[in-house]
């Protein structure tokens, strides 16, 4: 890796696990403050590492600078040492900051635990989602208000606020009961969908595929399924629908870094382990009645598994998007379901559903007409493909974009 990626990349791997610790350490009242030092420790890495070179183990370099600077902190902060120091620690024992536990099984621990204490019914899921994407995921603040759909403003207020109430309900970070566990696993289940749909779908930054975000994702949902309380039907559907997506990674984007669209993916380089693996999961989430919006996507994703354009295939696919969208509404989900009744229905029926959405805001939904009118009107097409690209977000989907307009103009000549 060049020495320009190192330490985003480090930040988006190791930043979470710093403040997870600090903040279990330090109790959820300090949590800006463990924020601030982990945010901090990167800094020193950033001023440090161009001049000095990079340390022969970057990651216990930042380990060893984020416990200097939380002791340098203490000992410089009265409050700390009068107030807040008998709530993480025994008054009655020597408080050795040096002591902080950053093995790998704490660090798991503290993740899973700090997503549980984020997720307390005290706040908003809006909130809660928020916090955790900032603190367990090391998402800035725009991605923050992209993931959610709200200005950064209004994101910036209601983390404050959600501090706030968290510090006033001085919860400690452990393991909530199992029925309070229950109550609060869907928003955590939300939150680590929100996490690797980012991370494939990148819509805060100009990237086809985020790798390390989705496996951030799956590393979590993991221990929520290795825990046995935790250990769920939907926690096995959203696994399973991790594994799915996943499982093409290596084939959806070129070495230029470019997308690979589904019908021109390299079949032999879709991982066939994480396919059997989703299948497994899925199988584990059938257990029970409830079925939710995981279980339904996870469905999906495993039809997108199997490369044919067979009827049976488009109308199962079908009717999981029906009972998906009479679970939650969502724009993307109807466009999708519009374009698998182009492969049942035919493209003119397709069409006129399309256009009664009138989604004039979504570049998905002028993307699909131009999908949908291609090799019927190609004029129309190629209007509905420019339109899309004149209101796209991100470099990489105007690009996927200008492929389709490409292709018009080649079928053309």
Known sequence: ???????????????????????????????????????????????????KGIPENPVAWLYTVAKNKAKNYLNRNQLFTGKILPEVR?????????????????????????????????????????????????????EIANAL?????????????????????????????EGEISSRLETVLRTLYLLFSEGYHSESQDLVLRKDLCLEAMSLTYLLRENEITNT?????????????????????????????????????????????????????????LVSKYHLEAGIAYWYTIRDDSTEKWESILILFDELLAIETSPIAELNRIYIRSKILGRDAAIKEAMQLNLISNHYYYALL??????????????????????????????????????????SL
């Open 1 to 51: 890796m060049e020495e320009n990626d190192l330490i985003p990349h480090l930040f988006r791997n190791e930043f979470s696990k710093i403040a997870a610790v600090l903040c279990k350490h330090l109790g959820i009242s300090n949590i800006e403050i463990a924020e601030d030092i982990a945010s901090e420790t990167f800094l020193t890495a950033l001023d440090s590492w161009p001049y």
């Open 90 to 142: 025994d008054a009655s024992k020597q408080f050795e900051f040096a002591e902080i536990d950053l093995s790998d099984s704490n660090i798991t621990d503290s993740k899973l635990q700090m997503l549980f204490a984020i997720c307390h019914p005290s706040i908003s899921q809006e909130a809660q989602i928020g916090l955790a994407l900032r603190i367990l995921c090391g998402f800035g603040i725009d």
């Open 149 to 177: 759909l709200i200005n950064r403003e209004a994101i910036n207020k209601k983390l404050f606020r959600a501090r706030e109430k968290l510090r006033n309900e001085k919860l400690k970070i452990e393991f909530p009961s």
């Open 233 to 289: 039907p939907s926690v096995n559907a959203l696994l399973a629908l991790m594994c799915f997506h996943s499982s093409r990674f290596d084939a959806r984007k070129n070495e230029s870094g470019e997308i690979i669209l589904y019908y021109d993916q390299d079949e032999t380089l879709w991982n066939k382990e994480l396919i059997s693996k989703g299948a497994y999961f899925l199988n584990k989430a059938s257990k029970g009645t």
């Open 370 to 411: 131009g999908e949908l009118f291609t090799g019927i009107d190609n004029q129309k097409a190629r209007t509905n493909f420019e339109h899309a690209l004149s209101i796209a977000k991100t470099e990489a989907q105007k690009r996927i974009i200008l492929m389709k307009i490409e292709k018009l103009r080649n079928d």
